[in-house]
């Protein structure tokens, strides 16, 4: 694998774990309601488009640190992962 794949790699799965860490830190510290409360609402609410968007801010501060660091193939990974949640966000809203 390239080093530029290699780069754009890590920084896809950097920002996935950002979301995921956003997930889980509104459902945890920001929902009023239980981990698994929160859950059964955003399921029976058909949130799920809402929290993903919600979750990806964290991708915003990941690209400008990768801008700052110029590791512009990571922020480029990020920029492809938000991409895709944007996509995934859209798709959901219409199911």
């Known amino acids: 694998m390239g080093t530029v ?3 754009i790699l890590i920084g896809v799965l950097v920002s996935l774990f950002a979301t995921f860490g956003g997930v889980f830190i509104y459902l945890e510290y920001i929902s009023k309601f239980g981990f698994h409360e929160t859950l059964e609402l955003i399921k029976e609410g058909k949130l799920y488009g809402k929290v993903l968007s919600l979750a990806a801010i964290p991708n915003l ?5 990768f801008l700052k660091k110029k590791q512009d193939n990571k922020a480029k990974g990020v920029l492809l ?3 895709l949640i944007a996509f995934t ?4 809203k219409f199911f």
């Open 5 to 7: 794949k290699k780069h």
């Open 89 to 92: 966000t859209l798709v959901l």
């Open 61 to 65: 501060f990941v690209f400008f640190i």
């Open 81 to 83: 992962a938000t991409v």
